[in-house]
Nanobody, 119 residues
Framework: QVRLQESGPGLVKPSQTLSLTCTVS??????????WSWIRQSPGKGLEWMGV???????YYNPSLKSRTSISRDASKNQFSLQLTSVTPEDTAVYYC???????????WGQGTQVTVSS
């Protein structure tokens, strides 16, 4: 059973960096068949894909967020992380981590974590 769990601060001040970690159990994040993604949903909006890190370690980002987004991993802890710099209240959202099989889509999701950007 694969499980993903997001963790990190629920409140971030404007202009600061949002940092979240996804801890994966039941499967290795270095398996090349899978990639690992961050997705968010702002109030009243649909899901927004932020980026992905592949089992090889390569990462790719949503062009609209690329300049502010970084996804990294710690294979020894089976974790991958998101950093979003220069946040504004527009970045307030529920943030999800998810597993992406090579066939596409997301087959396992974390429960999501609410992050509010406010002073």
């Amino acid at each position: 059973q694969v499980r993903l769990q997001e963790s990190g601060p629920g409140l971030v001040k404007p202009s600061q960096t949002l940092s979240l970690t996804c801890t994966v159990s039941g499967g290795s994040i270095t398996t090349t068949y899978y990639a690992w993604s961050w997705i968010r949903q702002s109030p009243g909006k649909g899901l927004e894909w932020m980026g992905v890190i592949h089992g090889t370690g390569s990462s790719y980002y949503n062009p609209s967020l690329k300049s502010r987004t970084s996804i990294s991993r710690d294979a020894s802890k089976n974790q991958f992380s998101l950093q979003l710099t220069s946040v504004t209240p527009e970045d307030t959202a529920v943030y999800y981590c998810a597993r992406v099989p090579s066939s596409g889509g997301c087959d396992y999701w974390g429960q999501g974590t609410q992050v509010t950007v406010s002073s």
